[in-house]
């Protein structure tokens, strides 16, 4: 089950609210009116859009929601309960033979560790398993690079269309320097889509697409583990060295708390 990232709803909050408590802070609740300015929302929003519409297929921009909702999901894996996984389908290999896996993977969530075991249920040879599983993580990493890059282009086209807003602003303010009750209503325009261009790339769509980018890294990752696995399982290895050679994937800090908890356990034995 996919879990809520709080860290991306938190930035997204916590980046607003400082800019509008900057604001109100020096010119009250009077001066962020002021910073409110419709015509100037409508250039950004309406340029961003069409830039993005020019620059992508419809198919693509119908998933930039999903691609969005990706930044706000949590779907991290914890590398031990997958280790355990495979040391449990290991442990039954060896006893029961690799047919007998046909009724375990029923258990197991992720597809891409049904697909392998599966795999090495057919016979099929490690150097395929891992051609076969490998293709399936570049073409994963070529889905994610293009959702990612409607975000990056995005947080390139706000800036962007921000400056042609403050264009736009300066062209009416000095075409009306005889009128002054029209500088200070270009004046805004011609700032503030600076502003909401800037706000856009720097605190939605490049964190995103960063953010976005760092959990297809984790996710290329954990599959390369699955592999490991995968073929370590249909190769016959010992349970024991399987979880050995895939405890080499731990961080030296995951190894070293489990380390600890290992020496406490034993220790509470020892004690009774």
Same mark, same amino acid.
């Given at each position: 089950?996919?879990?809520?990232?709080?860290?991306?709803?938190?930035?997204?909050?916590?980046?607003?609210?400082?800019?509008?408590?900057?604001?109100?802070?020096?010119?009250?609740?009077?001066?962020?009116?002021?910073?409110?300015?419709?015509?100037?929302?409508?250039?950004?929003?309406?340029?961003?859009?069409?830039?993005?519409?020019?620059?992508?297929?419809?198919?693509?921009?119908?998933?930039?929601?999903?691609?969005?909702?990706?930044?706000?999901?949590?779907?991290?894996?914890?590398?031990?309960?997958?280790?355990?996984?495979?040391?449990?389908?290991?442990?039954?290999?060896?006893?029961?033979?690799? &047919? *007998? /896996?046909? +009724? !375990?993977? #029923?258990?197991?969530?992720?597809?891409? %560790?049904?697909? =392998?075991?599966?795999?090495?249920?057919?016979?099929?040879?490690?150097?395929?398993?891992?051609?076969?599983?490998?293709?399936?993580?570049?073409?994963?990493?070529?889905?994610?690079?293009?959702?990612?890059?409607?975000?990056?282009?995005?947080?390139?086209?706000?800036?962007?269309?921000?400056?042609?807003?403050?264009?736009?602003?300066?062209?009416?303010?000095?075409?009306?320097?005889?009128?002054?009750?029209?500088?200070?209503?270009?004046?805004?325009?011609?700032?503030?889509?600076?502003?909401?261009?800037?706000?856009?790339?720097?605190?939605?769509?490049?964190?995103?697409?960063?953010? &976005? *980018? /760092?959990? +297809? !890294?984790? #996710?290329?990752?954990?599959?390369?583990? %699955?592999?490991? =696995?995968?073929?370590?399982?249909?190769?016959?290895?010992?349970?024991?060295?399987?979880?050995?050679?895939?405890?080499?994937?731990?961080?030296?800090?995951?190894?070293?708390?489990?380390?600890?908890?290992?020496?406490?356990?034993?220790?509470?034995?020892?004690?009774?």
């Amino acid at each position: 089950m996919k879990k809520l990232d709080i860290l991306t709803p938190i930035g997204l909050v916590v980046g607003v609210v400082m800019v509008i408590f900057g604001i109100v802070y020096n010119g009250g609740l009077s001066g962020f009116l002021s910073f409110i300015d419709p015509a100037s929302m409508l250039i950004v929003l309406g340029g961003l859009i069409a830039g993005l519409l020019v620059s992508f297929p419809l198919k693509d921009i119908k998933h930039l929601i999903t691609v969005l909702r990706q930044s706000f999901s949590d779907n991290e894996k914890s590398l031990r309960d997958l280790i355990n996984t495979f040391v449990r389908l290991s442990d039954r290999a060896r006893r029961e033979g690799l &047919l *007998a /896996l046909e +009724t !375990e993977i #029923e258990s197991v969530d992720d597809s891409f %560790i049904r697909k =392998g075991i599966l795999l090495a249920v057919d016979g099929i040879e490690p150097d395929v398993i891992n051609d076969i599983m490998s293709a399936e993580i570049a073409a994963m990493e070529e889905r994610h690079r293009k959702g990612r890059g409607i975000l990056e282009k995005a947080g390139e086209y706000a800036p962007a269309w921000g400056m042609i807003g403050t264009l736009i602003g300066l062209v009416l303010m000095l075409k009306n320097l005889n009128d002054p009750s029209t500088l200070g209503p270009n004046m805004a325009i011609a700032l503030l889509t600076t502003l909401y261009g800037s706000l856009l790339a720097n605190l939605v769509f490049i964190p995103m697409a960063a953010k &976005l *980018a /760092l959990k +297809t !890294e984790k #996710e290329v990752f954990i599959k390369q583990i %699955i592999i490991e =696995g995968v073929i370590g399982v249909q190769s016959g290895q010992n349970p024991k060295i399987l979880e050995e050679k895939l405890s080499a994937f731990l961080s030296t800090k995951e190894r070293q708390q489990e380390l600890e908890v290992t020496k406490d356990g034993e220790a509470l034995e020892d004690g009774v």
